[in-house]
């Protein structure tokens, strides 16, 4: 599903809860698969599942 403001994936998934702060590992896969932004709907904020390098430098 894709948030119509962002126009990025969207997730319900908690990074704090029991499973995420165990095991967080597949649950990054799982937002790395969905784009390389993701709409953490739980906390209304995007986040950048992958690095990024700088467009420019210097």
């Known amino acids: 599903?894709?948030?119509d403001?962002?126009?990025c994936p969207v997730s319900d998934w908690d990074p704090?809860?029991?499973a995420a702060l165990?095991?967080?590992y597949p649950h990054?896969?799982?937002l790395?698969?969905?784009?390389p932004v993701v709409h953490l709907s739980h906390?209304?904020?995007c986040a950048a599942s992958r690095q990024f390098?700088?467009?420019?430098?210097?």
């Open 32 to 35: 790395r698969d969905m784009g």
């Open 1 to 3: 599903m894709l948030d």
């Open 43 to 45: 906390y209304d904020l």
């Open 5 to 7: 403001a962002t126009r």
């Open 16 to 18: 704090y809860e029991d």
């Open 22 to 24: 165990l095991d967080p």
């Open 28 to 30: 990054y896969a799982r």
């Open 53 to 58: 390098r700088p467009l420019r430098t210097g």
